[in-house]
């Protein structure tokens, strides 16, 4: 939360309602984030609490992120005192109009006695099924005011098995696309046993919030993100099998490239809705006397030259280093293609992508996560543009003296704008012979950033790894010290 | 700007248009304030580049802020390609209901032919008279497609003259409420002329952005903040004469206080409407005969004792420092109504006060005013949570080697919530008797922000003052030497 004066009656209340745990963030960015985080991990909505429109304005892009992966958030926004609204005070705006931004499902408390019920039945319907960002706007004298009206809890709907028939999936091209909550472990299981019996591909959609990722199980691979990559990956699918999923597209759209990744005349067939309950779907279809298809883990070691560090050898540590059912908050952006076959030769953890799209995401969830988890470690791979939109997460990662390791992938550009400037054709030039003011916009170096310092800023104890030697010595300490910790790799 | 994908070829662009200057924020909501900051400098519009709805959400917060000052700014969105939007993507989203919480002028580029047109409009548009906060989307595929559409650039409109009656300033009782544009040198010289010759009460409304200040010049104080200070000083207002400003409102509303801050009774009378010239309007009515009344400026000795630093002793360094056509960008928040007296008696000044009340304008604002008004001293008064909402501003500054002192008063409280909190009522007991977990949501300390870290990892020198003398040596020679500067007031 990071509340304001209409909320001070909320954040008066905590103290007398000892279910409720108050978690400061120093920017509503963090807020929506670490909800998203805490959700991922449990499955269960967290709440926030912001201040009227424009602090529900910093929270947008995270929400957003939610939204595309249907986590569930509770989102409650403070509003002015209702009779105050009439004369357009300072901080007066549509409230209503930012909150649809993110999500369909809006109400405005309409007194004290409707608070209680219209905070419940926002409860429920974030839940869902599939989970929704539920917005609650609550004006301030509604919450100063005395009700004496009760309350009654809504239980929140289970999702429901499919209703449809279960398509063929022994035809020749079959593949079943995982997404929503149907790409954890019990789910992936299931789904390894059916593509054993069956021959199916199984293949894990974009944007899902939580994956069961590493060795020692069955593994699923996930539709790449460029469409060089994801064209060929489903070239050979006649029919592709959604689980809580939809057909892939391309994240950006570019000149002579098509927006939809599937093959030409692929099947799409919606077996699992949005929803429904894919887990148990799965596990309906999977014989149990089938064998789980393991990826046998393999010892991995952790390379200790004194070279420059590279993603290679940074993947090789994470994977010698990170232990079984770990944490994984990913916003590796440029960096990731490289170091994800690294993540799925570690001990099997819980894996946490980007969703949405808008940078500003990794920070917050992991710093989420380790609150819902709280035993586990959680390790935030972030690449440096993206830290720094909502680096402010830092700060709560040290006040709740949680156990995050953040690793800062610090190669001082937006690379991935380099990629996407050359790919676009843009510059026409290829991705060397930018100009120098649009190379501006890309370079995030001159001056460099200092991430040891801006971690003990915000005092989380910070060291830089420039060769393998410190990274692996470095990320094996950070295993095994409680509290957070940020490793600043530099990757030039 | 901070671009993505989707405004590769605008940046691509800066390269073969020399008139456009490019500078890179690592966070969108430095990009709004700043263009904030440079329009309240130059009275003319600056641009934004942003991406798609998340980006657009990431800076609504200040462009909120700029909205009910008046601030002009184009504000350019970059949207998927038009094919692209069919698909869902994780980064589509309704671009125009984020653009519409801030602002009633929002186009979309309807083809590669109408998008210099739709740019030279929305121009146009935020011009105002008064100033807009103007957007404009861009699909992709309308800057990579080609075009020889002529552009017609449309002469940006001029306020003009009110037309109504000049209200009689001599009634007893009469106060004339300057807004909008109307409180810069010009016409707070001819406003002090009127009240010489009329004996009207000259005053400034909240939420203006940009303010004459300092000693040597006609002083008019600003409506206070609070209700219990604005409510005794408007009490003897009969007739309240607005020159683009409104009737006074208390920021917020409390139990058993009104929302409108003038007496029962009193007349409320629109000179000058928003939009139009409050400026040359008070400079028809002004006699050049009568002298302008001065407050004569006075020599300030800053203090050098080594107890701990107060804000009275910041006050007096402050004062004695600042050089002459300083621009101070003021976030202070609490710590306002003790320092403003001092700064008062400084060197004449511009005064750039918050305006929409959503924190982190302070730091963005400097930035866009340094980098419209070079060879001018920017100062920003930042309050330690404030500062912590778009401090990435601070790598700006260090790139673009600006001129700006910056100064966090670091009392490591929401310290204006301790005021807030006893105002409501919500805590029931007095503000000191806040419970723990309430206390947690309002104290950001433990841990300490560290701001000489935080300021060097973003490439800005910094330096800490914890006593008087230590304050004003670091204030002095930070007005003398070039390049951005942070300075940390620690206020315990």
Redesign the interface.
């Given at each position: 939360?990071n509340?304001?004066?209409?909320e001070?009656?909320f954040?008066?209340a905590?103290?007398?309602v000892p279910g409720?745990r108050?978690v400061?963030c120093?920017?509503e960015?963090v807020c929506s984030g670490a909800a998203d985080g805490y959700a991922r991990a449990t499955g269960r909505p967290a709440a926030t609490l912001l201040h009227?429109?424009?602090?529900l304005?910093?929270g947008?892009?995270n929400f957003?992120?939610a939204r595309?992966a249907r986590t569930p958030i509770v989102s409650i926004v403070g509003e002015?005192?209702t009779?105050?609204l009439?004369?357009?005070?300072?901080?007066t705006?549509?409230i209503q109009?930012?909150a649809?931004?993110?999500s369909n499902c809006v109400r405005t408390a309409a007194s004290a006695d409707d608070l209680g019920q219209a905070a419940a039945a926002t409860v429920a319907d974030a839940w869902g099924p599939p989970g929704q960002i539920a917005m609650l706007i609550v004006p301030?004298?509604h919450s100063?005011s005395q009700t004496a009206q009760p309350v009654v809890i809504r239980e929140p709907r289970r999702p429901a098995l499919p209703t449809g028939p279960v398509p063929d999936l022994r035809r020749p091209g079959t593949a079943i696309l995982l997404g929503g909550t149907a790409a954890h472990p019990r789910a992936l299981a299931a789904a390894g046993r059916i593509s054993a019996a069956t021959g199916a591909r199984i293949m894990i959609a974009?944007?899902v919030g939580c994956i069961a990722w590493g060795a020692g199980r069955f593994h699923a691979p996930q539709v790449p993100y460029f469409p060089e990559g994801a064209l060929p990956f489903l070239a050979g699918v006649k029919h592709l099998v959604l689980v809580e999923s939809?057909?892939p597209?391309?994240?950006?759209?570019y000149?002579d490239t098509p927006?939809?990744m599937t093959p030409e005349g692929c099947e799409i067939v919606t077996w699992v809705k949005r929803g429904e309950d894919g887990t148990a779907a799965l596990e309906a279809l999977a014989d149990p006397g089938v064998p789980v298809p393991i990826t046998p883990r393999q010892a991995v070691e952790a390379p200790c030259d004194d070279g420059p560090l590279t993603l290679d050898s940074l993947g090789l540590a994470l994977a010698a280093y990170l232990p079984e059912n770990a944490v994984v908050s990913d916003e590796m952006v440029s960096s990731g293609p490289k170091v994800l076959p690294y993540l799925a030769q570690a001990a099997p953890h819980d894996w946490m992508p980007v969703?949405?799209?808008?940078i500003?995401q990794g920070l917050p969830v992991a710093l989420g996560a380790a609150i819902a988890a709280p035993g586990r470690r959680v390790v935030a791979l972030e690449a440096d543009?993206s830290a720094?939109?909502t680096?402010?997460a830092l700060?709560t990662m040290?006040?709740e003296k949680l156990d995050i390791t953040v690793v800062v992938f610090a190669n001082r550009r937006y690379r991935?704008?380099d990629i996407?400037?050359q790919?676009?054709?843009?510059?026409?030039l290829g991705a060397i012979a930018?100009?120098?003011?649009?190379n501006?916009?890309?370079?995030?170096g001159?001056?460099?950033?200092?991430?040891?310092?801006?971690s003990?800023?915000?005092?989380v104890p910070a060291t830089r790894a420039a060769t393998s030697r410190e990274f692996s010595s470095q990320f094996r300490d950070a295993m095994n010290e409680p509290g957070p910790r940020l490793i600043e790799a530099l990757l030039l």
């Open positions: 939360m509340p304001g004066t209409s001070m009656h954040v008066a905590l103290d007398r409720m108050g400061l120093l920017f960015g009227l429109g424009p602090g304005g910093n947008l892009a957003h992120n595309k002015h005192a009779a105050h009439k004369v357009d005070a300072p901080l705006s549509d109009a930012f649809r931004t993110v301030a004298d100063w974009r944007g939809e057909q597209v391309s994240f950006f759209a000149p927006s939809y969703t949405g799209g808008s500003g543009g720094m939109y680096f402010q700060w040290a006040r991935i704008l996407e400037m790919r676009t054709g843009a510059n026409g930018l100009g120098p003011a649009a501006d916009m890309i370079d995030i001159r001056p460099d950033l200092d991430w040891v310092k801006l003990e800023g915000c005092g």
